[in-house]
């Protein structure tokens, strides 16, 4: 069984989402293989290729929240993402263009399909563990040679801002065609799955749909 799932790089809910879907599928009670697959989906197609600001900043531009309201909001999804086992620092994250590393990630589903869940776990490591920034090419080669991708394949992506493009758009358009406008958005069999819902309720919708 396939899941297809739309999420993006620089959303925190994302992360902490997949880390539970996995945490629901490694409990299930199957000898059917359930694979995950990861969809584009850019927060802001816009953001800058450098940071402008910290995250409490970003809280305050972009939902109206004040200061103290916005550090509130970062702790309690940092929080969050430390609940489940996360190296999270969601504080010092740093809010950049991601579509080089849907890019890459595209690259790595095409050519090297089982190292394309290892580089998932890495560039998000690498968002909000290392806080480091997806949009330079440094970043994305250190994640591309901790996949064990091939490296002269993965510099090429990395450097020809084409290369892969098409998929990502592809990807956003078909989430676009299906109504999806916020991420992660699972789609288990003829349920979705929005937000980072509990484990729970993951489970419940996994059954329901190896049972069909």
Known sequence: MKITYWSDYACPF???????MKKAIAAMDTTEPIELEMKAFQLDPNAPRKSVGNMTDLFVRKYGFSPDEAEKRIDSITAMGR??????????AQFVNTVDAHRLTKYAQSKEPEKADRLIEVLM???????AALSEPDV???????AGLNMEEAEKVIKFDTLYLDEVQQDETEAYMRGVSSVPLFIIG?????????ITRMKAALQKALEK
């Open 190 to 198: 003829d349920e979705r799955i929005a937000g980072a819902d509990s």
């Open 83 to 92: 609940q489940e086992g996360l190296n999270f620092n969601f504080v010092d």
């Open 140 to 146: 994305l080669r250190c994640a591309a040679q901790s």
């Open 14 to 20: 994302c992360y902490i989402g997949e880390t539970r």
């Open 125 to 131: 490591d690498a968002y909000f563990g290392k806080n």
